[in-house]
């Protein structure tokens, strides 16, 4: 038998643990008691404020709302002093929502989704406090947004920009109010402005207590579109499904899709004869990823829509969208791990983990438990399950992409073993998920900035936020992770071409035939077409057809005018003549050439008389090696001509490896201008999916220099240009012209402008270098005649004022590469 017993030691250790456990929060409840609750608005009176709004149309998806206040307030308000306090404290975030602050919203949400790049400054002269605030917002997604004191309404004809200031500033002296509507001029403007200039600019001086201007205006078309197309509000939502989130998203992966199949079709039938076992598996490979790549980007794209159909015809109260979102992020993952031929015990493993975890959102769902975010209950802080379970879903989808990125790149050859994919795979998802856990945190930090954290409702807000953030993770991250799958989607067509193609059976093929040709044209133009949107919708089909029509017209130009193309005595072309000799005959032959034009160029500064003696005999060696080819060929143009390897799929290889390499530090000038440069940094890193937009710039610009090398290698016997250099400014124009294009057409119409001219300079600089790099191998057999590579360089080129001609061109790519991207500011947060 138990008796209770109650002794005094433990009497006292029961209290002691009910005073910890009611101490913090008696003290949360004195300091909420002790916080400020008025602001002496009658302190205020004499306040000096101006306000300006400024709007940023063009260049830019979504137009841009800059709101600027400076406020000075007499340095004997009560809450004055509070300002200069750190901004963590309770009595500065008081005193500052007494002047900027917002009211708030249902249930006393506080949270304010401004932008501020620059910290609220503050400063006091004894008689004045005078506080600079400066905050931005882009106009997307939501019908009525609110920055700094302004508040802008959107509607379906126009948008409504007016002045709400708090209500402790009502009283106060508004020297001066300033819109600047960034081009549209304004249909109406309440009350009228005192000063003016072109419609667009419109000044008040000294408003009075509820006489706070208000302009409605019409947004230029391209922004006004962009938003109509993107926004999920019932006004337009049947254009959401046409837009960036629907069918112009989904049309790339479909255009993608049937152009690998149509190049593989071409490419099968060049083949004469049953195709070899390994041919078969390609050509089968190609077929299925083709096929994936259309399904997964409907699934993404337009799943979502097909659920609102349903959504309406069921009369479901309840948003299960996210839910949607795991099981199209679950089978992306899933169809690629299949796809990437894992071991058997691997994929019994994925496809146990991936109806695991789908089946416990279910179950969740249904049951409505909280270890998992779903629609009707808050996830339990601190949301750890919730974070474990997205890390388990894009561990299923980085392992997809590594198996499936080994497989075309090692296609019928050794591949990665299990458990460094595993690993690398893991240590991905953690990352992506460590990322989105810190960006909660400085996502937090910046909506909560004027709240108390001893209000009651700021924990709950707090909950709810994080419960939404992870319940968004899974909408979030499926777009930028298939965009990674995007990036893979070219190189099947380099695993095809490694296994069938024609070289391998015709020894005088010396370059690509009409079926390979076409299939690096669908290869270059698949990488490189601009995804641009006009109005909201894809031009892809334009631009895509624009840089097949520019590739295509390259080649044919090349194989008219190229070197090999050339006729010799026997009507064959050149390169199937000399592709049937052997290498270091043509480089000693070139070698010999370029020896008796030194010669000779020394004669021309010597003595009359020893010049007559040996000039003639010169003269007629170089004659007779010219006349033995066609006319405008000469030895020396031969190893350019062929370049550094044996056969065009050996300069393919080598061109993807040198222009992979030479491209390292303009990929890490491009990320940091694009990810890190100025403000750029903290949009990144506040977007839940930052590390997957990190890895994108990245794997874009190595992609984009593997395919473009391998294309100059690949035709570099094709291309006009009979050095390195020359030949790969014309793959620099293909690049060029439809990036062009795209450009011109956004600048005509107003939209977004894209960073078009930096990146044709980087990409002309990086091919232009690899071109030389090229050349150089050539004559590696050389080098050791010479000290140094520049030594080389010149002697083979013989053109001094060509090569200083090529560094100048260099250097003006380069100053206008970081011209262009110095200029730019930062980016919209992740559509």
């Known amino acids: 038998m138990i008796r209770p017993c109650c002794s005094a030691p433990r009497l006292l250790y029961v209290l002691f643990l009910v005073l910890c456990l009611t101490l913090p929060e008696a003290g949360r409840a004195r300091a909420a008691e002790g916080a400020p609750t008025d602001c002496r608005a009658d302190q205020l009176k004499k306040t000096k404020v101006t306000a300006l709004a400024e709007f940023k ?86 019908s009525l947004v609110a920055v700094g004191s302004w508040r802008l309404t959107v509607t379906k004809d126009n948008w409504r920009i007016e002045l709400r200031p708090t209500p402790a500033l009502k009283d106060a002296n508004w020297e001066k109010v300033h819109v600047s509507l960034g081009g549209p001029g304004a249909l109406t403007a309440d009350p009228p402005p005192a000063f003016g200039e072109g419609g667009t600019r419109l000044s008040w001086r000294h408003e009075q207590h509820d006489d706070y201007p208000t302009v409605t205006f019409r947004p230029p078309a391209a922004q006004h579109w962009d938003y109509i197309t993107t926004t999920s ?136 438990f909280t270890l998992l975010p779903t629609a009707d209950q808050l996830l339990s802080p ?23 990125g080994q497989r075309i790149l090692l296609m019928g050859e050794a591949r990665l073993p299990a458990w460094v994919m595993v690993c690398v795979a893991v240590v991905a998802a953690m990352m992506t998920v460590l990322w989105s856990y810190l960006a909660f945190a400085r996502h937090w930090d910046r909506v909560s900035w004027l709240a108390d954290p001893n209000w009651p409702a700021y924990n709950t807000l707090w909950a709810t936020t994080l419960d939404g953030w992870w319940w968004a993770f899974p909408v979030i991250v499926a777009d930028p992770l298939l965009t990674i799958v995007s990036l893979l989607a070219p190189l099947p067509l380099l695993g095809v071409l490694r296994v069938c193609r024609v070289e391998q059976y015709e020894k005088g093929a010396f370059t690509p035939d009409r079926a390979e040709k076409f299939l690096l044209a669908v290869l270059f133009a698949v990488t490189f077409a601009p995804q641009g949107y006009y109005y909201g919708f894809s031009a892809y089909a334009l631009s895509l057809l624009l840089c097949l029509c520019t590739a295509w017209g390259v080649i044919a130009l090349g194989s008219s005018v190229s070197v090999l193309e050339k006729s010799s005595a026997d009507n064959a072309p050149l390169g199937r003549v000399i592709s049937r000799t052997d290498r270091a005959d043509v480089l000693r032959l070139a070698r010999r050439f370029r020896e008796l034009q030194t010669q000779l160029h020394r004669l021309s500064t010597a003595k009359p008389a020893e010049r007559s003696t040996e000039q003639g005999s010169i003269e007629a060696e170089i004659d007779r090696l010219d006349q033995s080819l066609p006319e405008g060929v000469r030895p020396a143009d031969l190893p350019f001509a062929f370049g550094p390897m044996s056969t065009w799929w050996g300069n393919a290889r080598r061109g993807a490896v040198d222009a992979c390499l030479v491209g390292l530090p303009v990929t890490g000038l491009l990320y940091w201008t694009s990810a890190v440069k100025g403000d750029s940094w903290t949009v990144t890193t506040q977007d839940p999916a930052g590390f997957l937009l990190i890895m994108i710039e990245i794997l874009y610009w190595q992609v984009a220099w593997i395919v473009g090398g391998f294309f100059l290698g690949a035709l570099w016997r094709d291309l006009p240009g009979r050095h390195g250099p020359a030949k790969a400014m014309f793959v620099a124009l293909v690049f060029a012209v439809p990036a062009a294009a795209d450009f011109l057409i956004a600048q005509a119409l107003g939209g977004n402008v894209p960073r078009m001219i930096g990146e044709i300079a980087a990409f002309g600089s990086v091919m232009t270098c690899t071109g030389l790099v090229m050349d150089l191998q050539t004559f590696q057999d050389e080098r050791r005649y010479w000290p140094t590579n520049a030594s080389l360089a010149a002697y083979v080129y013989q053109m001094r004022f060509a090569s200083v001609a090529f560094f100048l061109a260099q250097l003006l790519a380069l100053a206008t590469l970081w011209k262009t991207l110095a200029d730019m500011g930062p980016s919209a947060p992740n559509r």
């Open 57 to 142: 149309h063009r260049g830019n998806d979504f137009s841009m709302l800059t709101s600027t206040m400076d406020v000075s307030v007499p340095a004997d308000w009560r809450h004055a002093s509070a300002l200069l306090l750190d901004a963590h404290a309770s009595a500065y975030r008081f005193a500052l929502a007494c002047l900027v602050g917002k009211p708030p919203g249902e249930q006393n949400d506080f949270r304010d989704d401004e932008w501020r790049f620059k910290p609220v400054t503050v400063k006091a002269d004894g008689q004045w406090v005078k506080v600079h605030y400066k905050a931005a917002t882009w106009v997307q997604n939501t």
């Open 233 to 368: 509000e019932g006004t337009w939502q049947a254009w959401e499904a046409w837009g960036y989130y629907g069918a112009s998203s989904a049309f790339w992966y479909v255009a993608t899709g049937g152009l690998l199949l149509v190049a593989g079709r071409r490419l099968r039938l060049s083949l004469s004869g049953k195709l070899m076992p390994q041919e078969s598996k390609a050509m089968q490979f190609l077929r299925w990823w083709a096929v994936l790549l259309m399904f997964l980007g409907s699934l993404i794209y337009l799943g979502d829509n097909l659920y609102l159909v349903l959504h309406r015809l069921m009369g479901w109260k309840d948003d299960y969208s996210p839910t949607l979102a795991v099981f199209a992020l679950a089978f992306l993952g899933l169809s690629l791990c299949l796809l990437g031929s894992l071991p058997k015990h691997l994929r019994v493993g994925v496809c146990a983990l991936v109806l695991g975890l789908t089946g416990a959102y279910v179950v969740s769902e249904v049951n409505d």
């Open 382 to 404: 601190p949301g750890w399950t919730g974070a474990m379970a997205c890390a388990a879903l894009m561990a299923v989808g980085w392992l997809g992409v590594i198996s499936v």
